[in-house]
């Protein structure tokens, strides 16, 4: 691969969300990949987003206010009695 | 969350989600509060900041849902009706003082300007090395804060995207269609959403 060709760090980071969505174009890829090879900082770095993910991923979900749910379930109960065309 | 992807076996999904809602089926209904009402919350949150506005935007999106639901013709998946209904009455709740506001930092800036590159294109400091720390330091109520907090102070686009892509598990083309985005655009929130969570837990963890 020429030199003009290779892949610098600051575009290789630029393309890491591309390269994890699969949406790099081939020649992209190839230079992308080849980058990886060649340097020790930027695998690191993928490895760090990869971890990043995964970590936003784990994060716990709240609860729901009680109230609320029940003035929902109201409203769909009496909208379903609405909308169903047999005898309630 | 992707229709088909990672569901309680009981809830129906697709057409058949939507059947059972018509149909008048309360644990639909009800399992489909539980799962989305937490993430609708937070991305109200992302535009109008206040709590009690926010779930007034989640339940008013909620009863926009129910009133539309018999002319509602299934063309997109629920889901994604749901979020873009919830989105546009959150932006358009969201007030210019609150875009304008700037959250709290906490200790450095954790942005994008934590990674620095020469005129050559090369690292000016390098990613310090916590990727090779195990996952069990990682996955602890402090760090997990960490990313929480840093989520919170996202811009809302880059918040919304963020959170459904990362944190939902939704497939590209339904934050494409639920935000109204291009794919080239939702992946360029995606991206910097994601570098600045990554350098904020990177500040934290050095």
């Not at chain 1, 393309?15 to 690191?44: E, M, N, W």
């Not at chain 2, 959150?90 to 875009?99: C, D, L, M, P």
């Amino acid at each position: 691969m020429s030199s003009a060709a290779m892949m610098r760090c600051e575009e290789c980071v630029e393309l890491i969300t591309d390269y994890l969505d699969g949406a790099l174009s081939p020649s992209d890829q190839v230079r992308f990949l080849d980058h990886l090879d060649r340097c020790d900082k930027c695998p690191r770095y993928l490895r760090q987003i990869e971890r990043t993910i995964r970590l936003t991923g784990e994060l716990r979900e709240d609860g729901m206010p009680e109230p609320w749910r029940a003035e929902l379930l109201e409203a769909f109960r009496s909208r379903s009695g609405r909308d169903t065309s047999e005898p309630p | 969350m992707s229709p088909v992807a990672g569901l309680d076996a009981s809830l129906p999904t697709g057409h058949a989600l939507l059947d059972a809602l018509r149909a008048g089926d309360e644990d639909a209904f009800v399992t489909l509060l539980a799962e989305e009402g937490p993430t609708m919350l937070r991305l109200a949150m992302a535009y109008v900041g206040s709590q009690a506005v926010a779930e007034e935007v989640v339940q008013e999106t909620w009863l926009a849902m129910l009133i539309g639901l018999p002319g509602f013709e299934g063309r997109s998946s629920i889901r994604t009706w749901l979020y873009s209904i919830l989105t546009n009455r959150a932006q358009s709740r969201g007030t210019s003082e609150h875009r304008r506001r700037s959250l709290p930092l906490e200790g450095a800036v954790a942005d994008e300007t934590a990674e620095r590159f020469t005129t050559r294109g090369q690292w000016v400091e390098p990613p310090s090395h916590w990727d090779e720390l195990p996952e069990e330091r990682l996955l602890v109520a402090e760090t997990l804060g960490v990313v929480d907090r840093a989520i919170e102070r996202l811009p809302a686009a880059q918040r919304c995207v963020v959170e459904l892509r990362d944190r939902q598990a939704w497939s590209s083309a339904e934050v494409c269609e639920a935000l109204d985005l291009s794919e080239g655009n939702q992946r360029v929130l995606l991206h910097r959403a994601r570098r600045r969570l990554r350098a904020a837990l990177e500040e934290h963890l050095k």
